[in-house]
Structures are given as structure tokens and as C-alpha cells.
């Protein structure tokens, strides 16, 4: 990681956002996996499952997403052809239906940001879902969890979580090293990219549907702990700021 100036000595969080801070996932997955099973009826031995997609498919997006499914089930799996209009559709179904905000979230992030936080965001998925799906909280509060992030928003593009890219290139615009920031992950697939970065990582319980299970996972992959609601943070990072 390359930087023109000191680096910054401001405390950074990280943050992942599709079931880190908004329940997206069980919003998004089932829609894309009924194109999908749509898509390739004729050339796939079996539909594939909402279980069998988040046991291998967790976290993953876009074209890495489709490079996956093409070596699980045998076949070539276009990317353009199964994200066509995906976020428009998705921007839909986020209006319809609205979505949910972790709880304590907004309170959690006032209160380290009167500690001196700076936060940033950073996910696989496209910032215009994330955005819409602020619009749409269903507590009202999208616009304030927007505000924290300022100019920070930083989307993976082409080279997708669990390589470390996303984060690197937010380090580096940021002017951040890895001992500056920790970063929050719900999945394997985030947490590899966050950890491979050099980042301390937390992981994110609220969502699963599993969490005991993927708590295991996520402290085997190497995140430093885990948590199921934002109010407990604070406490962890004091506890591993001071190691």
C-alpha cells in the first residue's frame, strides 16, 4: 500500500454492509437464485437452494459470484445475463418491501464517533443498493447512517471479496494503515478479504441463521471476535485497541 502523506492516526471502522448493517441478504439472495434457476433449468442437475447458496455462495457477488456457480454445477454462468437490470430490480423490492436496520446500530456509531471514529464502507455489492436500502429503512433512520460514511463509500468492482483489494484501496485513499482501522464482516468470504488486508476483524451474529455455527466459522477463519448486537462493540474494540 502505497501513501503521499503521514499516515492517519484517526481510529477508522470498516464496515461491510449486506447483513453487517441492513438485512438485504434474505431480500436479495432468493431473487437472484429464482433468475438463476430460471436461467439454466435445462443445463443444471438440480435448482439451486437457499440453503445450498449460503453454505458455498456466502458474501460472494457479481462476477466472482457467477465464476462459483460455474465450477459448482458444471457450467458457464454469464454474468451479464444474470445481474441484467439487477439493481433496478432490486431497488424495486427494497421500496416494496423496506428493510431493517440492525438494532443499536445508529446509537453505536454515534457513540464512537464521539470517541473519535471515522467510518467507512465497504462491500462487494453495488453503493446505489446500499443506498436505496437506506432510503427504505424501515426505523426511518437511512439518511443518518449514511451521513457517518461521508465521502468513504467503496465498492469492490471487478475484483471482489475474499481478495483483499476493496480494502486495500480504501486504506490507501484513505491514507489508513491496518493498525489504524478494524473492520466488521458477517461472512467467511468478508472476513477473508479483511484479514488477508492485515485488518483486525470483528464478526457480525445479528443476521444468521446459525449464529452459534457461524461464529465458530468466522473465529476458525481468524476474526478476533464475534458479536450479535452493535451495542457490544464499543466494548471490543476498547479491549483489542489496548493490545
Not at 164 to 181: F, G, H
Request: aromatic share 12%; net charge negative.
Amino acid at each position: 500500500m502505497t501513501t503521499h502523506a503521514k499516515i492517519s492516526a484517526a481510529l477508522w471502522l470498516l464496515l461491510d454492509f449486506d447483513n453487517c448493517q441492513m438485512a438485504t441478504e434474505h431480500l436479495a439472495v432468493p431473487s437472484l437464485i429464482e433468475r438463476f434457476n430460471d436461467l439454466y433449468a435445462d443445463t443444471i442437475d438440480h435448482p439451486l437452494t437457499f440453503q445450498e447458496f449460503k453454505e458455498h455462495f456466502h458474501g460472494q457477488a457479481r462476477e466472482n459470484l457467477c465464476v462459483n456457480l460455474s465450477k459448482h454445477f458444471g457450467i458457464c454462468v454469464d454474468y451479464p445475463t444474470l445481474y441484467d437490470a439487477r439493481e433496478w430490480r432490486m431497488m424495486q423490492q427494497l421500496q416494496k418491501t423496506g428493510v431493517e436496520m440492525a438494532p443499536h446500530l445508529i446509537d453505536t456509531l454515534s457513540i464512537l464517533e464521539h470517541q473519535g471514529y471515522k467510518f467507512a464502507f465497504v462491500s462487494n455489492n453495488p453503493i446505489q443498493r446500499a443506498l436505496a436500502a437506506m432510503r427504505f429503512a424501515t426505523n426511518g433512520q437511512g439518511e443518518e447512517l449514511a451521513r457517518f460514511f461521508g465521502a468513504a463509500f467503496f465498492e469492490a468492482g471487478d475484483v471482489q471479496k475474499p481478495k483483499p483489494d476493496v480494502y486495500l484501496r480504501a486504506m490507501e485513499q484513505l491514507n489508513i494503515s491496518p493498525q489504524n482501522c478494524f473492520a466488521v464482516e458477517d461472512s467467511t468470504t468478508g472476513a477473508s478479504a479483511a484479514i488477508s488486508a492485515g485488518i483486525t476483524t470483528f464478526g457480525f451474529l445479528g443476521f444468521a441463521d446459525k449464529p452459534q455455527d457461524m461464529a465458530a466459522t468466522l473465529i476458525e477463519k481468524g476474526v478476533a471476535a464475534c458479536f450479535s448486537d452493535w451495542a457490544d462493540l464499543p466494548a471490543l474494540l476498547a479491549a483489542f485497541s489496548s493490545k
